[in-house]
Structures are given as C-alpha cells and as structure tokens.
C-alpha cells in the first residue's frame, strides 16, 4: 500500500507563505485523486483542496480559496500545497491523502483512505 510522508510545516507570521509537500512511496500514487485536509486543536478534520490524477482540475474549501494551490508533481510522485497570506486561524495540523477509489478531486473525508502522518501549520497573529 502507498505511504504518503508531508513535510514543510512550521511556524510563521500572519500574512507569510508556505509550502507543504506529500512524497509517495510508490507509483501508483499518480492514478489517484489526492487531497489536503487539516485539523485544529478541539476541532473536527475538515477538507481544504483536492486534485485530480494528471493534476488539471481542483477543488478548494471557500476559506482557502485565492490563497492555497494544490498541485501534483506525478514524474516525482509528489503532492504539493502552496499556502499564502496565511492567517491565525490556518493553524492546524495538515495531512495529505489520497483514494483509491476516485481519480477525481472529492470533498467527503470518507472518500480517502491512505493518510500521511501530518504536518503542524501555526501562523501567529
């Protein structure tokens, strides 16, 4: 089964950028839609993007969009998000997923099953 390993996180000020990436350890990652997610403290996981297979249509969450771009490096099996003008309430925890059952970009948490370990995220005000 596919291991996804996010890195990138970290801290910064309100207003900077970040760029998290989600590296695969097989081939097979390039067949699937993938997707970022994240989760504060005392809160429940929610969605943030998602991408296709070849990395041609996205889907974005309202309180990222026009601010974080998803993106798929397929040749190196990688996953990216790009995040600017970040605000306090960006902390979170970011994990990188993938599906096996869709190549399209999905919302629904339970479309997903192989998740990275996560990356922490705080932005200061």
């Known amino acids: 089964q596919v291991q996804l390993v996010e890195s990138g996180g970290g801290l910064v000020q309100a207003g900077a950028s970040l760029r998290l990436s989600c590296a695969a350890s097989?081939?097979?990652?390039?067949?699937?839609?993938m997707a970022w997610f994240r989760q504060a403290p005392g809160k429940e996981r929610e969605f943030v993007a998602a991408?296709?297979?070849?990395?041609?249509?996205?889907i974005y969450a309202d309180s990222v969009k026009g601010r974080f771009t998803i993106s798929r490096d397929n040749a190196k099996i990688t996953v990216f998000l790009q995040m600017n003008s970040l605000k306090p309430e960006d902390t979170a925890v970011y994990y990188c997923?993938?599906?096996?059952?869709?190549?399209?970009?999905?919302?629904?948490?339970?479309?997903?099953?192989?998740w990275g370990q996560g990356s922490q995220v705080t932005v200061s005000s």
């Open positions: 997923t993938a599906s096996t059952r869709y190549a399209g970009p999905r919302r629904w948490i339970r479309e997903y099953d192989i």
């Open positions: 097989e081939r097979t990652l390039s067949n699937y839609g």
């Open positions: 991408v296709d297979w070849s990395g041609g249509d996205a």
